[in-house]
Nanobody, 119 residues
């Protein structure tokens, strides 16, 4: 059974840093893209950051403040966001899109981590 094990998050001070990690366990296919989305109350879900091969994409709200990296051997992706703002408060969910050869299989999701930016 596939699981995305997320860690980090919680309460972050304004101006502080957020560190999240996500490990895919039980994956039998190739992970194509792995990263994070977030959803704040009353807002649509939005991409935070994703990495697939040499391609890295950041959502506009975190560009210049976020760094995502991936350890393929560990099926783990790491996210750091600096200069956190109250508007970064959201539930952050890890995702992993998998394929078999060149055939897309689907996307797995983590349960989500609450991140609250407040003093």
């Amino acid at each position: 059974q596939v699981q995305l094990v997320e860690s980090g998050g919680g309460l972050v001070q304004p101006g502080g840093s957020l560190n999240l990690s996500c490990t895919a366990v039980g994956i039998v296919y190739t992970i194509d893209t792995q990263g994070w989305y977030r959803q704040a109350p009353g807002k649509q879900r939005e991409l935070v950051a994703g990495v697939g091969g040499s391609v890295v994409k950041y959502g506009d709200p975190v560009k210049g403040r976020a760094t995502i990296s991936r350890d393929n051997a560990k099926n783990t992706v790491y996210l750091e966001i600096n200069s956190m703002k109250p508007e970064d408060t959201a539930i952050y969910s890890c995702f992993a899109s998998v394929r078999a050869g060149r055939e897309p299989i689907g996307t797995h999701w983590g349960q989500g981590i609450q991140v609250t930016v407040s003093s």
